[in-house]
C-alpha cells in the first residue's frame, strides 16, 4: 500500500502548491486520488467541493468580508472550518452567518482570527507545514490506516485536522503532529465512527 501511497501523496502536495491551469489539472487527479481513498461517499466528497465553492462566493460577494479579511472554508462530511483572518468580531460573525446559509452545511467550525492578515510568508510556512505533517501521516502504522483520509490545514502554527476515522486514528494522527516543529497548537475537526 505505502507503494501505491507515495506518489499519490506527492501529487496532492504538488497540487496544492500550484497555481493556475496546470493546478487545475493535476488538483483534479489529486481529487480523484482521494475519493478513492476516502470514506465519504462519492457524493458527499463532490458535495464538500461544491460547500467549499458557494462558502468562497458567498465571503467574495460581501464587499466589506472581501476587503478586510482573508477567510479559507475546508469542507469535510459536510462539516465546515473557516480559517484566516478578519478586521473585525463582526466581521467574523457575519461570515460564520453567510457559510451556515450554503446547502447542506451540517455544523460550522469558525476559527477565523481577528487582526491583521497572515503575511506571504506566514502562508508559504503553513503551505510547508502541511506538506510535512502530510508526508509524515505516512509513518503511521495502524491496519487500515490511510493518511489520504486526513484533511490538514494551517495558519500560523495552527495546526486544524479533520477527517472521518477511528478513535485509535485520530489519536495516532493528533499524537504525531503535535510533535513536528513549527506546530504550535493542535485542533481536533474529526468525526468518529
Known amino acids: 500500500m505505502k507503494k501505491t501511497l507515495l506518489p499519490t501523496l506527492f501529487i496532492l502536495l504538488v497540487s496544492s502548491m500550484i497555481q ?3 493546478g487545475v489539472v493535476v488538483g483534479g487527479a489529486a481529487a480523484t486520488a482521494t475519493a478513492i481513498h476516502d470514506r465519504r ?4 466528497f463532490v458535495e464538500d467541493q461544491t ?13 466589506e468580508i472581501k476587503e478586510n479579511s482573508r477567510i479559507n472554508v475546508t469542507s469535510y462530511n459536510m462539516v465546515t472550518l473557516m480559517t484566516g483572518q478578519t478586521d473585525s468580531q463582526d466581521l467574523k460573525t457575519r461570515a460564520e452567518q453567510l457559510v451556515a446559509n450554503v446547502d447542506r452545511v451540517r455544523r460550522v467550525v469558525n476559527e477565523v482570527e481577528i487582526g491583521s492578515t497572515a503575511s506571504l510568508g506566514e502562508r508559504t510556512r503553513s503551505a510547508a507545514l502541511v506538506a510535512e505533517i502530510k508526508f509524515k501521516l505516512t509513518q503511521i ?3 487500515d490506516f490511510d493518511p489520504l483520509r486526513v484533511k490538514v490545514v494551517a495558519e500560523r502554527g ?5 477527517g472521518l476515522l477511528t478513535r485509535a486514528e485520530g489519536d495516532a494522527v493528533t499524537d504525531l503532529v503535535r510533535h513536528i516543529s513549527g506546530v504550535r497548537r493542535v485542533v481536533k ?4 465512527f
Open 141 to 143: 502504522d495502524i491496519p
Open 189 to 192: 475537526v474529526f468525526e468518529y
Open 158 to 162: 495552527v495546526v486544524y485536522l479533520m
Open 51 to 63: 460547500i467549499e465553492f458557494k462558502a468562497g462566493e458567498q465571503l467574495a460577494s460581501d464587499p
Open 41 to 44: 461517499t462519492l457524493g458527499v
Open 20 to 22: 493556475g491551469c496546470t
